[in-house]
């Protein structure tokens, strides 16, 4: 799939203004479900009876219309009443440049003003669409405190993929059929920093590969084993030094500039 959308927002910021706020259970209620409906002029009818100061009446004024571009993020900075507003501002902040670092900020948009069915989510939420598809295709987020509620603590970040829309809508744009094992295994050190990668990430999968990148942390010694057993071609491990490519045949190592100004793209 080619044509898509992704919208991400951050639940986080809101649940900070309403702490700000200190509303009654009632006014949150009301309130929430005025920003819910997207409508200005219910919003701006019920202000005026909440006790809110200026700078929180303008905060949530502007909400609504925080959607957009990388911009709403400035832009929901000069609105923040606390503390946790920026931090979640700039947690958005830095999850669009991991993603428009690696080719995709034509199909992210971001909407700070999205709260409809995010109470248990806690921070980074995101759906994600397509054309003719008449509804989301995935969605999904980070929620800290849910599954505490069913035992013991732990933060997670949930996804419902829509199998049978995604299906669809790939068949609608001709998705060609891909392998189901990657091209290349990438793993990172902990030290090392994977955005220098994300140009040479994008440009391989641009040109058709299917790029794996480990985000469990896996150690290279583990990675080797998953890349054995699932006959994975190639396996690429950034360190803090540089870089290492493993194959069934060879094994390279590079400085990280010199894998950048000649990457072994043929392999």
């Known amino acids: 799939m080619t044509d898509f959308q992704l919208t991400i927002g951050h639940i986080g910021f809101y649940h900070s203004l ?8 009632e006014a949150t209620l009301t309130l929430s479900e005025a920003i ?20 929180a009446r303008r905060a949530l004024q502007t909400l609504p219309r ?22 979640a501002v700039h947690h958005l902040q830095a999850i ?22 995010m109470a248990y989510y806690t921070g980074i939420t995101f759906e994600g669409f397509a054309p003719g598809s008449g509804a989301a295709i995935c969605s ?8 505490g509620h069913f035992g ?8 419902a993929l829509v199998v049978d829309r995604v299906l669809r809508i790939a068949r ?15 793993g990172v050190a902990p030290a090392a920093d994977v955005t220098a990668l994300q140009g040479w990430i994008a440009a391989r999968r641009a040109a058709g590969q299917v790029v794996d990148v480990d985000v469990l942390g896996r150690s290279e010694d583990a990675l080797r084993t998953l890349a054995q057993q699932h ?37």
């Open 18 to 25: 309403l702490a700000a706020l200190k509303l009654t259970p």
């Open 36 to 55: 819910d409906r997207k409508r200005q002029g219910d919003l701006a009818a019920l202000l005026p009876t909440l006790p809110l100061t200026l700078p």
């Open 66 to 87: 925080l959607t957009g571009g990388a911009g709403v993020c400035a832009q929901a900075l000069e609105i923040c009443l606390t503390t946790d507003m920026a931090a």
């Open 96 to 117: 669009y440049a991991r993603l428009a670092a690696a080719g995709l900020a034509p199909h992210i948009s971001l909407d700070l003003g999205e709260i409809r069915g």
């Open 140 to 147: 999904g987020g980070r929620y800290d405190n849910l599954i």
């Open 152 to 159: 013991p603590a732990l933060p997670a970040v949930g996804c």
């Open 172 to 186: 609608q744009q001709q998705a060609p059929a891909h392998s189901l094992t990657p091209d290349w295994l990438m």
């Open 231 to 267: 006959a994975i071609p190639r396996l690429l491990w950034l360190h803090e030094e540089g870089i290492h490519l493993l194959t069934a045949n060879s094994a390279q190592a590079w400085a990280l500039a010199d894998f950048l100004a000649a990457p072994p793209e043929a392999l």
